[in-house]
């Protein structure tokens, strides 16, 4: 999905701002500031949604995060899901470095969407300490999602 970060089953891999790298930030490690491998910057804390493509990534996510976690549940065919991805990406962008937020196809991954019961999109699961905390469903702008969030 574009202006996401993508993920895999280590960390979020997002570019460094100074010169472009792609960097892999641990999970365990997404409260922390880190640094670039090449140019030695200080690497900025996820501020835009990253994107979750497998489920073991998801497990990680959710499990390893020491921030919360607050899910997006959505498909491309669904017209409530494309039109709160701009609000989604704002969120993130404002809850940058005290609350992650990813998003999940779940057309992509059907059997974890099956798993966490998820009947209707767009749906949002926020996850503390790697449990569920809280769900909700529907468009909501950025600012009330961030107020349901705690963040």
Known sequence: MKGSLSSD?????????????????PYNRLGQTGRCGTCKADLA?????????????FNALVSESPLPVLV?????????????????????AAAAGRLILAKMDTEAL????????IQGIPAYIL????????RTSGFQPAAQLLQWAGA
């Open 45 to 57: 804390p996820p501020a835009a949604p990253v994107e979750i493509s497998s489920a073991e990534g």
């Open 9 to 25: 089953s280590r960390g979020v891999i997002a570019p460094c701002t100074a010169c472009g790298t792609l960097n892999r930030l």
């Open 127 to 134: 996850f503390k300490a790697g449990r569920e905390a809280n």
């Open 72 to 92: 997006d549940f959505w498909a491309e065919w669904c017209g409530p899901c494309r039109m709160m991805a701009p609000e989604f990406t704002k969120a993130a």
């Open 110 to 117: 059907p059997d974890l969407a099956g798993a966490l019961r």
